[in-house]
């Protein structure tokens, strides 16, 4: 059986725990077995963090690659921002023996030590490389009529093999195993503007998420496809936020897992998805019938 | 010679209070002392050598701490003892009384940076108008961090809890009715954990730099 240290991350557990509900059911269907990272702390987060303190992000961001070494595993993770951060930490010290010592130094007198024998993967390559998307496609017992758009978001363009479309292929091909219509429109790699929202709302709302959702909505898009959970609050509350400025669009967003989940038979109720912020309830009608 | 007899003889009066030296030429020394060892670190310097000038005082306002820089003058030598308060002490021990040179200095920072001066033998204005807005001090900038507004709570939340979204009891009881812990197995939820992640926090000096007040559990900005 595949198993994989399971890394939650801050905002899907604490903000869009139906996205960890539809990941875990996902696992169990497909036979991946997840292993909780008992006491990780954040991961941490990549935009503000490594400004503030190169160092401390390091260690904190070891911190929770130790825990996953203790136990022997790879660590898998559902975020983009905690794939990226976990990523580039764990190539930092596997290849920086100055940096690993620096670090090392700090964790040993808190009983802890890294010494760089684990991957970090995405859940989507997880799924991908691991499991295979045959083993995916015999899951999916309900596929799913609709048209959606696929949102990628930035972090999972890095890739150390430097093809930054090796994921988002990957992603797409398991998206369309749903039986779902994917709606090219185009801009699928602009950011969706959460990073510059924390500096210039217009900016962000009206130059990064606003022509994504317009061309989304113009390619005949029921829904947004997404795998990182800052992307989703982007979307979702950029939408409230650009209705009042009198720019109405209510398109709905879905978590990949959320998707697959759905297209294997859960309901929506069983995975919570009424817990999503956006316009959900109408995707849920027209995936469930009323 | 003389810079490393000067740094030698300060250590061995102030123990602990001297927290680092340097001397980039040998007629250059930077001691940087425990605020609160300003004035026996003054005292010191005046007992061993009775030329002792007094040359003036920088203060600095670092948005979060003011830098003070006591210049002195010895024997063709420049020393410069450098403390450091937190702004919200807003105070300075005046050392009027040891080197009476000290005293426009001393009056001039309580004016355009508005702290108080400590012991000084006859404050009032100097430069401004006795009127001045207290609240208006030029050279006085208000208390801030490195901290941008928008990162501020994300960096509370991620020092104090190691997590940057804290959970509500809404998502709390969501996750029980889904059969799952009403929390994820984060740091938090266990005291040893947290004793590790802080440790580790305050070891790199991350709270430090972002000005984090430990006991409040806040930063010392909003």
């Given at each position: 059986m595949v198993k994989y240290a399971l890394f939650l991350g801050c905002l899907i557990p604490m903000r869009m725990p139906s996205v960890e509900i539809a990941s875990r059911r996902v696992f169990e269907r497909i036979g991946l077995e997840s292993v909780d990272l008992k006491g990780y702390t954040c991961c941490p987060e990549p935009v503000f963090s490594r400004l503030i303190d190169e160092t401390g992000q390091l260690v904190i961001s070891a911190r929770n690659l130790a825990l996953a070494e203790e136990l022997g595993l790879d660590i898998m993770t559902l975020c983009n921002g905690c794939y990226e951060t976990l990523l580039e930490t764990n190539e930092t010290l596997k290849n920086k023996s100055d940096e690993m010592l620096r670090v090392n130094r700090i964790l040993e007198n808190y009983g802890k030590k890294y010494r760089g024998l684990i991957k970090v993967k995405h859940a989507i390559e997880v799924l991908y490389e691991d499991i295979g998307i045959e083993k995916i496609r015999e899951c999916v017992t309900k596929p799913l009529k609709i048209r959606v758009a696929m949102h990628y978001g930035c972090h999972l363009y890095r890739d150390l093999s430097g093809d930054i479309m090796r994921k988002p292929r990957m992603m797409k091909e398991i998206t369309s195993l749903t039986g779902v219509e994917i709606a090219d429109y185009g801009l699928e790699r602009l950011c969706c503007g959460y990073p510059s929202m924390q500096v210039d709302e217009e900016f962000s709302l009206t130059h990064r998420l606003l022509p994504k959702i317009k061309r989304m909505v113009e390619a005949g898009a029921e829904a947004v496809v997404l795998t990182c959970p800052a992307c989703t609050i982007q979307f979702e509350t950029g939408q409230v936020l650009l209705r009042k400025r009198g720019i109405q669009y209510e398109i709905p967003c879905i978590n990949i897992m959320e998707l697959l989940a759905l297209s294997f038979g859960f309901s929506s109720r069983d995975i919570h998805l009424d817990l999503h912020r956006g316009p959900i309830l109408r995707l849920i009608k027209k995936v469930e019938g009323d | 010679?003389?810079?490393?007899?000067?740094?030698?003889?300060?250590?061995?009066?102030?123990?602990?209070?001297?927290?680092?030296?340097?001397?980039?030429?040998?007629?250059?020394?930077?001691?940087?002392?425990?605020?609160?060892?300003?004035?026996?670190?003054?005292?010191?310097?005046?007992?061993?050598?009775?030329?002792?000038?007094?040359?003036?005082?920088?203060?600095?306002?670092?948005?979060?701490?003011?830098?003070?820089?006591?210049?002195?003058?010895?024997?063709?030598?420049?020393?410069?003892?450098?403390?450091?308060?937190?702004?919200?002490?807003?105070?300075?021990?005046?050392?009027?009384?040891?080197?009476?040179?000290?005293?426009?200095?001393?009056?001039?920072?309580?004016?355009?940076?508005?702290?108080?001066?400590?012991?000084?033998?006859?404050?009032?204005?100097?430069?401004?108008?006795?009127?001045?807005?207290?609240?208006?001090?030029?050279?006085?900038?208000?208390?801030?961090?490195?901290?941008p507004p928008q990162a501020r709570r994300v960096a509370e939340s991620l020092i104090s809890m190691g997590c940057v979204a804290p959970i509500s009891r809404f998502i709390e009881r969501r996750r029980e009715a889904a059969g799952l812990p009403k929390t994820p197995p984060f740091a938090f939820t266990d005291e040893e954990n947290m004793k590790e992640l802080h440790g580790i926090i305050k070891e790199v000096s991350l709270s430090e730099k972002v000005g984090f007040d430990w006991e409040k559990k806040r930063l010392r900005y909003r």
């Open positions: - | 010679m003389r810079a490393k007899k000067i740094i030698e003889y300060m250590r061995q009066e102030l123990g602990p209070d001297v927290l680092v030296v340097s001397a980039p030429r040998d007629r250059r020394v930077f001691i940087n002392i425990r605020a609160e060892a300003l004035r026996k670190a003054v005292e010191a310097l005046k007992r061993k050598y009775p030329a002792l000038r007094f040359m003036t005082i920088s203060t600095v306002d670092c948005g979060l701490h003011f830098e003070f820089l006591h210049h002195f003058h010895v024997d063709g030598v420049v020393i410069t003892l450098r403390s450091v308060k937190p702004k919200e002490e807003n105070l300075l021990e005046s050392i009027a009384d040891i080197v009476p040179a000290a005293n426009f200095i001393e009056r001039e920072i309580a004016e355009l940076f508005g702290i108080k001066v400590m012991n000084h033998p006859k404050m009032r204005s100097l430069i401004l108008t006795e009127d001045w807005a207290e609240d208006k001090r030029p050279l006085r900038k208000p208390l801030r961090g490195i901290l």
